[in-house]
């Protein structure tokens, strides 16, 4: 009877060591008279603090983050007459087929178009803001510029920078609220990130949160119709929801910190978007500041990397495919046509990248005369091309 006693005062202290050891588990267990569930394994309390605890966290972190930036988010709207031709009916026994009815002829009506369409924010006290040039394309209309708080500001100056799809927009105000620059050179994939932007031109200050997809991407952006159609290289993309209305805005990182310029979306698939890396953007903005304009070279072309496995398939080099020659550029100018392999620029061998090409010439200064190696039709040419300011 002893020695009964003996073992059962060991088994309970053996249980209630156990119990301590997995923060109260089993002597839950015990004590609450469920001795059948040591049979089906619990989640155990700490467990369901930690996840409770990683929850509330990143909502915090959202809810955070959105206070902190969102006065220095801006909806960018545009102000412009458009003018709309009604066709004149002729008499039709004095004119049965319209043979004698002028294009001009007809009533004109004028409607006045005021729309959001896009997103910038704040990156001076004075009033200068940062959007997509694509934004504020359309030289002949006029823009605006409403806070988070309702107020709205006339654009005085529009500043642009065609080559990184960048606008800096001058607005008279004082005391505004300049976002915090980050640095987008230490980006990992996978990496936390929030946008925030008048989402569709319509839903001002949205807020969507998603993860670093990619770096170092690369994409068309411009108009082949406007003077520059250069490819934007090494750019972030991202699973935040960026919608149409979004371009211009942050994209910010887990402290509130911009590291990138929403930019565009894709076309062909979902939940894909693409972003500036905000240390190209900050090189933009000093070389701004320094100069009070956007002084770059540019070079005119459209084109896509050819990369070690594609050049390998193809039997041709590694380097730039050109797809289009803009006219009146420093490479139409120069000589180079569609369908040339850009191989080696200034000296230096294009590799097939993505930064390659726009990586190299951004080591030069406008009116530079640099060498330009191209592989036309099996033979390799040098060309002569003087870099001009982009426009």
Same mark, same amino acid.
């Given at each position: 009877?002893?020695?009964?006693?003996?073992? $059962?005062?060991?088994?309970?202290?053996?249980?209630?060591?156990?119990?301590?050891?997995?923060?109260?588990?089993?002597?839950?267990?015990?004590?609450?008279?469920?001795?059948?569930?040591?049979?089906? =394994?619990?989640?155990?309390?700490?467990?369901?603090?930690?996840?409770? *605890?990683?929850?509330?966290?990143?909502?915090?972190?959202?809810?955070?983050?959105? @206070?902190?930036?969102? =006065?220095? %988010?801006?909806?960018?709207?545009?102000?412009?007459? *458009?003018?709309?031709?009604?066709?004149?009916?002729?008499?039709?026994?004095?004119?049965?087929?319209?043979?004698?009815?002028?294009?001009?002829?007809?009533? &004109?009506?004028?409607?006045?178009?005021?729309?959001?369409?896009?997103?910038?924010?704040?990156?001076?006290?004075?009033? $200068?803001?940062?959007?997509?040039?694509?934004?504020?394309?359309?030289?002949?209309?006029?823009?605006?510029?409403? &806070?988070?708080?309702?107020?709205?500001?006339? %654009?005085?100056?529009?500043?642009?920078?065609?080559?990184?799809? $960048?606008?800096?927009?001058?607005?008279?105000?004082?005391?505004?609220? =300049? %976002?915090?620059?980050?640095?987008?050179?230490?980006?990992?994939?996978?990496?936390? %990130?929030?946008?925030?932007? &008048?989402?569709?031109?319509?839903?001002?200050?949205?807020?969507?949160?998603?993860?670093?997809?990619?770096?170092?991407?690369?994409?068309?952006?411009?108009?082949?119709?406007?003077?520059?159609?250069?490819?934007?290289?090494?750019?972030?993309?991202?699973?935040?929801?960026?919608?149409?209305?979004?371009?211009?805005?942050?994209?910010?990182?887990?402290?509130?910190?911009?590291?990138?310029?929403?930019?565009?979306?894709?076309?062909?698939?979902?939940?894909?978007?693409?972003? $500036?890396?905000?240390?190209?953007?900050?090189?933009?903005?000093?070389?701004?500041?320094?100069?009070?304009?956007?002084?770059? =070279?540019?070079?005119?072309?459209?084109?896509?990397?050819?990369?070690?496995?594609?050049?390998?398939?193809?039997?041709?080099?590694?380097?730039?495919?050109? *797809?289009?020659?803009?006219?009146?550029?420093?490479?139409?100018?120069?000589?180079? @046509?569609?369908?040339?392999?850009?191989?080696?620029?200034?000296?230096?061998?294009?590799?097939?990248?993505?930064?390659?090409?726009?990586?190299?010439?951004?080591?030069?200064?406008?009116?530079?005369?640099?060498?330009?190696?191209?592989?036309?039709?099996?033979?390799?040419?040098?060309?002569?091309?003087?870099?001009?300011?982009?426009?």
């Amino acid at each position: 009877m002893i020695k009964m006693r003996k073992y $059962l005062l060991w088994g309970a202290g053996v249980l209630l060591v156990l119990g301590a050891m997995t923060g109260g588990a089993v002597s839950d267990r015990l004590f609450g008279y469920r001795i059948l569930d040591k049979w089906l =394994p619990r989640e155990s309390a700490q467990s369901a603090v930690l996840n409770n *605890q990683k929850v509330l966290y990143e909502e915090n972190v959202v809810i955070e983050v959105a @206070e902190k930036v969102s =006065p220095s %988010v801006v909806t960018v709207g545009i102000k412009k007459t *458009q003018i709309l031709r009604q066709p004149q009916f002729n008499d039709f026994f004095s004119d049965p087929f319209g043979w004698f009815r002028s294009p001009s002829d007809g009533q &004109t009506q004028e409607r006045n178009i005021e729309q959001d369409i896009g997103s910038g924010f704040v990156i001076s006290r004075d009033g $200068l803001i940062v959007t997509n040039k694509h934004v504020v394309g359309d030289s002949e209309a006029g823009y605006r510029v409403i &806070t988070k708080d309702d107020k709205t500001y006339e %654009v005085e100056k529009i500043y642009r920078d065609p080559a990184n799809d $960048l606008a800096i927009l001058k607005i008279n105000a004082d005391e505004l609220q =300049p %976002v915090e620059m980050g640095d987008s050179s230490k980006l990992k994939v996978g990496q936390f %990130v929030i946008a925030i932007g &008048t989402a569709l031109g319509e839903f001002r200050h949205t807020v969507t949160t998603g993860v670093v997809s990619g770096l170092g991407r690369g994409i068309t952006a411009g108009s082949p119709f406007e003077a520059v159609a250069e490819r934007l290289d090494n750019v972030i993309q991202t699973d935040a929801a960026i919608n149409p209305g979004n371009s211009g805005g942050p994209l910010l990182n887990s402290a509130g910190q911009v590291i990138g310029v929403n930019t565009a979306i894709s076309q062909e698939g979902q939940n894909i978007g693409f972003a $500036l890396p905000i240390n190209i953007v900050m090189e933009a903005i000093d070389n701004f500041n320094q100069t009070g304009q956007f002084n770059r =070279p540019y070079l005119g072309v459209r084109y896509r990397m050819i990369d070690q496995k594609t050049a390998i398939m193809n039997e041709v080099p590694q380097g730039a495919f050109v *797809q289009e020659v803009i006219t009146e550029t420093p490479a139409g100018k120069g000589g180079v @046509e569609e369908g040339d392999i850009i191989i080696r620029l200034g000296g230096e061998k294009v590799t097939g990248d993505d930064t390659g090409l726009a990586k190299l010439i951004s080591k030069h200064k406008v009116g530079d005369k640099i060498e330009v190696v191209v592989w036309r039709e099996g033979e390799e040419k040098t060309l002569t091309v003087t870099l001009e300011e982009a426009k």
